[in-house]
């Protein structure tokens, strides 16, 4: 079982950075694939980014490529989504997700945990 608690959304202007942090509960999170998805409103939970166990490989959709990273320290058993050059268009509410599999995940439905969510709004 692993728990999985977001942090850093909040109201920010466009250009504007924010750091998305999701700290995960238990012994194996070097074990798991992560991933951050983001759902805005009547709109299904899609991709944005995802990363392999030890962090050497990443996933990135294309609309976040040279703007958000992530990272993953698993000594702090925690990963997150660096977002810059935020967008009015990134608004919605992001989840970390964790996935048995170690490596690069990009489908909901193969995470089997999932964080609560934390909302990211940008002004324009």
């Known amino acids: 079982q692993v728990q999985l608690v977001e942090t850093g959304g909040g109201l920010v202007q466009a250009g504007d950075s924010l750091r998305l942090s999701c700290a995960a509960s238990g012994r194996t999170f070097s074990r798991y694939g992560m991933g951050w998805f983001l759902q805005a409103p009547g709109k299904k939970r899609e991709i944005v980014s995802a990363?392999?166990?030890?962090?050497?490989?990443?996933y990135y959709v294309d609309s976040v490529k040279g703007r958000f990273t992530i990272s993953r320290d698993n000594a702090k058993n925690t990963v997150y989504l660096q977002m810059n050059s935020l967008k009015p268009e990134d608004t919605a509410v992001y989840y970390c997700?964790?996935?048995?599999?170690?490596?690069?995940?990009?489908?909901?439905?193969?995470?089997?945990?999932w964080g609560q969510g934390t909302q990211v709004t940008v002004s324009s």
């Open positions: 997700a964790a996935s048995a599999n170690s490596g690069i995940v990009t489908g909901p439905g193969r995470y089997a945990y």
């Open positions: 990363i392999n166990w030890s962090g050497g490989y990443t």
